[in-house]
């Protein structure tokens, strides 16, 4: 009887981390930085034939010792080859192309959009966005931290005109810029992974206004909302951007005399903005056009507030408590809707607390996506993450602002959604 070779010891796998040997390999149009080494030697270059190319790219993958045949690949039937690419990282899309011109075909078939679209989100990620130095308009540069990943990839956004441009947000895979031309005031949204983008028209007051990006799957389209703001002694409109029918239109002036911050916050199909008179929160409806008045009264000591929207209905102010340094804490605060009150619903820990702001004035920001917060301050190296329905607290490495021209948000890649 043959000799049972021993068996070679079991890799540790997770469906929330990537095998080291993706990590280390560079995607066309895509630059990974990770410090990590390379788990595998690449490959000097792709072979010709489709079925050779397929081979080499499935030899750097977690199971790179079992041997692969590349007659088996090529001929795999186009429904399995749809379903196996719309389960990879969107950030090895772009490398998936240029593997061969079948695959380069099957990534813009219909039927691989729908399965892509249909595959849930393979974790938060975190966009941040630097704004082009030394004074001249270049592309914003920006790069993605995927959170379960552990991995950061540059995204090239030379695609983009040379404006200058500041990210107003983010929502089902596209990303919205807002900034001038040299002339005017423009608005681009674009979809950074197939690198479509579009400038919207022009406002009917355009002039730099405070926008919000919001996404509709069902719909495939997307909706800017510009909220009302003060141009000087003129109060501008509310105007909402509905892709359909490629125009703004324009709504209700918001019947607010103070605002208590730029910050707002969309969720459930309304948009929330904090005010001091009247006292308490703006609610907009984008459906029906139009202002109402929340009379939720703000925490007492509430030093800085920020609205973030959680998942479907629910919106969270987080803020800083106290006059004193020693006495400071941050607390998280959930709107009761029917009651109009805010309600309590967690606290950051003290020892966190001291690590994220080591100055009693220093300057924070948060955002929220699905019950996520994230807070960054700009003497960090790292950001904070909450998650809401965990009730957890856990430190991410390289998110934050350390530049007052940098900005943070977080992103969701898509390779489906279309601008169109």
């Given at each position: 009887m043959d000799a049972v070779p021993p068996a070679r010891a079991a890799r540790p796998t997770s469906p929330s981390r990537a095998p080291k040997a993706i990590r280390s390999t560079k995607p066309r149009g895509l630059d990974e930085d990770t410090a990590a080494p390379p788990a595998f030697p690449k490959a000097k270059s792709l072979?010709?034939?489709?079925?050779?190319?397929?081979?080499?790219?499935?030899?750097?993958?977690?199971h790179a010792d079992v041997p692969m045949d590349a007659r088996v690949w090529a001929g795999l039937p186009d429904d399995l080859l749809v379903e196996v690419l719309a389960r990879v990282s969107p950030f090895l899309l772009f490398r998936l192309r240029t593997v061969c011109r079948r695959w380069e075909s099957v990534l813009h078939d219909p039927a691989f959009l729908a399965a892509h679209a249909a595959v849930p989100s393979h974790g938060p990620c975190l966009l941040t966005v630097s704004r082009g130095g030394n004074g001249t308009h270049s592309p914003p540069q920006c790069s993605v931290l995927s959170v379960p990943l552990h991995a950061r990839y540059k995204l090239p956004f030379a695609f983009l005109p040379a404006w200058d441009l500041w990210l107003v947000g983010s929502s089902g895979g596209l990303v919205c810029f807002s900034g001038f031309d040299g002339a005017a005031f423009r608005t681009?949204?674009?979809?950074?992974?197939?690198?479509?983008w579009r400038v919207l028209p022009d406002m009917h007051c355009n002039q730099q206004r405070q926008l919000v990006l919001t996404v509709d799957k069902n719909r495939r389209s997307f909706k800017v909302i510009a909220a009302s703001d003060v141009y000087g002694d003129k109060t501008l409109p509310t105007e909402v951007y509905n892709s359909k029918e490629n125009k703004w239109s324009v709504h209700q002036m918001m019947p607010a005399a103070n605002l208590c911050s730029s910050k707002m916050a969309f969720c459930d199909s309304t948009l929330y903005l904090e005010t001091l008179s009247p006292l308490g929160l703006m609610m907009y409806r984008v459906d029906a056009g139009r202002w109402e008045h929340i009379p939720a009264k703000f925490p007492r000591s509430l030093l800085d507030g920020y609205l973030v929207a959680g998942a479907r209905t629910r919106l969270f102010l987080v803020g800083r408590i106290g006059l004193y340094s020693t006495l400071q804490s941050m607390r998280i605060w959930e709107l009761d809707h029917g009651r109009s009150v805010w309600v309590e619903i967690s606290r950051m820990p003290p020892r966190y607390f001291r690590a994220l702001l080591r100055l009693s004035a220093e300057r924070f920001e948060c955002f929220g996506q699905d019950n996520l917060i994230c807070f960054t301050s700009w003497n960090q190296g790292k950001g904070l993450l909450y998650d809401v329905d965990k009730k957890t607290w856990s430190w991410i490495a390289g998110c934050a602002s350390q530049l007052c021209n940098s900005q943070v948000c977080f992103y969701e890649p898509r390779f489906d959604t279309s601008i169109y």
């Amino acid at each position: 009887m043959d000799a049972v070779p021993p068996a070679r010891a079991a890799r540790p796998t997770s469906p929330s981390r990537a095998p080291k040997a993706i990590r280390s390999t560079k995607p066309r149009g895509l630059d990974e930085d990770t410090a990590a080494p390379p788990a595998f030697p690449k490959a000097k270059s792709l072979p010709s034939s489709a079925a050779g190319a397929e081979a080499s790219l499935l030899h750097h993958n977690h199971h790179a010792d079992v041997p692969m045949d590349a007659r088996v690949w090529a001929g795999l039937p186009d429904d399995l080859l749809v379903e196996v690419l719309a389960r990879v990282s969107p950030f090895l899309l772009f490398r998936l192309r240029t593997v061969c011109r079948r695959w380069e075909s099957v990534l813009h078939d219909p039927a691989f959009l729908a399965a892509h679209a249909a595959v849930p989100s393979h974790g938060p990620c975190l966009l941040t966005v630097s704004r082009g130095g030394n004074g001249t308009h270049s592309p914003p540069q920006c790069s993605v931290l995927s959170v379960p990943l552990h991995a950061r990839y540059k995204l090239p956004f030379a695609f983009l005109p040379a404006w200058d441009l500041w990210l107003v947000g983010s929502s089902g895979g596209l990303v919205c810029f807002s900034g001038f031309d040299g002339a005017a005031f423009r608005t681009i949204v674009c979809n950074p992974l197939t690198q479509a983008w579009r400038v919207l028209p022009d406002m009917h007051c355009n002039q730099q206004r405070q926008l919000v990006l919001t996404v509709d799957k069902n719909r495939r389209s997307f909706k800017v909302i510009a909220a009302s703001d003060v141009y000087g002694d003129k109060t501008l409109p509310t105007e909402v951007y509905n892709s359909k029918e490629n125009k703004w239109s324009v709504h209700q002036m918001m019947p607010a005399a103070n605002l208590c911050s730029s910050k707002m916050a969309f969720c459930d199909s309304t948009l929330y903005l904090e005010t001091l008179s009247p006292l308490g929160l703006m609610m907009y409806r984008v459906d029906a056009g139009r202002w109402e008045h929340i009379p939720a009264k703000f925490p007492r000591s509430l030093l800085d507030g920020y609205l973030v929207a959680g998942a479907r209905t629910r919106l969270f102010l987080v803020g800083r408590i106290g006059l004193y340094s020693t006495l400071q804490s941050m607390r998280i605060w959930e709107l009761d809707h029917g009651r109009s009150v805010w309600v309590e619903i967690s606290r950051m820990p003290p020892r966190y607390f001291r690590a994220l702001l080591r100055l009693s004035a220093e300057r924070f920001e948060c955002f929220g996506q699905d019950n996520l917060i994230c807070f960054t301050s700009w003497n960090q190296g790292k950001g904070l993450l909450y998650d809401v329905d965990k009730k957890t607290w856990s430190w991410i490495a390289g998110c934050a602002s350390q530049l007052c021209n940098s900005q943070v948000c977080f992103y969701e890649p898509r390779f489906d959604t279309s601008i169109y």
